[in-house]
């Protein structure tokens, strides 16, 4: 069986964004940028005013906010800001007034701002504290593998989560549980692998957005927001910053069949793309405060600075060493001064430099192979296809099998291909190979069952079991990794130019 790819356009087209409602553990404010007069809010922001919000709406925030806090509302996104601002507001209700955390951010002509109740607040020394001891356990790692467990351990610390774990995604998005801290009494998933349908493509685009995703309560009722449609844009209010996004029915059934009740997941970012996702899993209700988000947000940064800045480093080792092992076969090939002799010679280096199995080197008539090969024939007809593909850089399969029906013959041998055009000619090639890996994967439930549809085919519903599904990959080798085609891409060009060289000299 050949790797299939798990992930689901149907479940990446879903509107995530314009859900037009909120989670019910905050408040939901939308105002004109202008003049701050409340455009929409969210239904429940009765009990934050005092008022139905049919009264809010259309009411000027300074009705409710003092002088002092309105002027630095409009002072904090009088240039160029658009990210998220914390801003504590004391809002007046009749006679009273509370305390309230808000979170703003900029939406084109709007300011869209998440209030919560700032009645668990913290000193600075606290949090500070929290995020040290942290900081300091992360620091202490030296390999990736640590810096993932030390990670889910800490947090789970820190907050009191029942399960921590930290899934890493493949190219395909299916994500691998790589670390996990739990109660006993839970089913582990370590190891196990999850399908890309899991996080859908777009809810993956949102956590480069937003660096946490909390959701206290799966059976907490949405809070709608009034009016449906937002009277300056004409349309649904674009939650997509929001924290308090309200959650995809799907999502909350897939909660339920997992067995939890709440969950908080935190990004961990590399080089501007999302690496990993650490998941935080409670079996009973579990709200954090926004100082605890907060603390959850800056070591998202802090694992992701480190895990980049580690995995720079042994890329920078691997690089190195990679292209050391390309000068000591151009080397070789130097000293003999002829190119088919110069390569036969360095056959076994090739080899290493490219971690294969078996190589062949076709070059004008000649065929000569070495280690782990198909039989010449094979070879021949390989050759001839890649004529037909017009190869004019280095050209490589993982699963050579999918994409030329004859290699299922030898696939034991060579899975695995990379060509290196040798020579102007179309005719000549440097083949390296690598043997075929079955390898076992264990899924956390049936992935081919991630989405269930109903005989009516518009209700659907997340699978109900993560048992351990396991899937058997065949005819497939160990990738080729983009640091070797570039140095195969190399080698082309330096035996162009060294043919070229021979040939009009």
Request: some cysteine; hydrophobic content about 40%; overall charge negative.
């Amino acid at each position: 069986m050949s790797k299939k790819n798990y992930d689901s356009e149907f479940c990446g087209s879903l509107p995530l964004h314009h859900i037009n409602q909120i989670q019910p553990y905050g408040y939901l404010l939308v105002l004109n940028k202008e003049d701050l007069k409340i455009v929409q809010a969210s239904e429940n922001i009765s009990e934050v005013f005092g008022k139905d919000v049919a009264d809010v709406v259309d009411s000027n925030l300074s009705d409710f906010v003092n002088e002092e806090h309105i002027r630095l509302l409009e002072d904090s996104f009088s240039k160029t800001i658009s990210d998220k601002i914390p801003l504590n507001l004391y809002i007046k209700k009749g006679d009273t007034q509370a305390e309230y955390i808000a979170l703003v951010h900029k939406k084109d002509e709007l300011l869209v701002a998440e209030l919560e109740k700032a009645d668990t607040r913290k000193s600075f020394t606290e949090v500070f504290q929290e995020m040290k001891y942290v900081m300091a356990e992360v620091n202490s790692a030296i390999s990736i593998e640590s810096i993932c467990q030390i990670s889910v351990a800490a947090l789970k610390k820190l907050a009191g989560f029942d399960r921590v774990l930290m899934y890493q995604f493949d190219a395909d998005w299916n994500g691998t549980v790589i670390a996990e801290e739990r109660e006993q009494d839970m089913e582990p998933y370590i190891g196990l692998k999850f399908p890309a349908s899991d996080i859908p493509r777009q809810a993956r685009a949102l956590y480069l957005k937003n660096p946490y995703r909390l959701i206290p309560n799966r059976e907490d009722k949405p809070v709608k927001v009034y009016p449906v449609i937002n009277p300056l844009t004409n349309s649904f209010i674009d939650l997509t910053d929001c924290n308090l996004r309200s959650v995809a029915g799907v999502h909350l059934e897939y909660m339920e069949n997992m067995g939890i009740k709440a969950s908080m997941s935190i990004r961990i970012i590399r080089n501007g793309h999302l690496w990993a996702l650490i998941s935080c899993h409670h079996r009973e209700a579990k709200y954090l405060n926004y100082e605890l988000c907060s603390v959850f947000e800056l070591l998202s940064e802090l694992i992701s600075s480190k895990i980049t800045s580690m995995l720079y480093q042994e890329q920078f080792e691997y690089k190195s060493t990679l292209w050391e092992k390309k000068r000591l076969v151009l080397d070789g090939i130097y000293s003999i001064n002829e190119l088919f002799s110069g390569l036969i010679q360095k056959d076994k280096d090739l080899l290493e430099l490219f971690n294969a199995g078996g190589l062949a080197l076709v070059y004008k008539g000649k065929v000569h192979l070495h280690g782990q090969t198909p039989p010449v024939e094979d070879v021949k007809h390989l050759v001839f296809w890649l004529q037909h593909k017009t190869i004019s850089e280095a050209y490589f399969e993982n699963s050579l099998s999918a994409a030329f029906e004859p290699a299922q013959n030898f696939a034991e041998e060579a899975s695995g291909l990379l060509a290196i055009p040798v020579g102007g000619r179309n005719e000549d090639f440097l083949l390296l190979f690598r043997p075929e890996v079955q390898t076992t994967v264990n899924w956390g439930g049936n992935p081919g069952e991630a989405i269930r549809f109903e005989p009516d085919g518009k209700k659907y519903h997340p699978r109900n079991s993560f048992s351990i599904w396991q899937e058997t990959v065949r005819k497939t080798a160990l990738p080729w990794d983009a640091e070797e085609v570039k140095v195969a891409e190399s080698l082309r060009s330096f035996i162009f130019e060294y043919s070229t060289k021979y040939i009009y000299s």
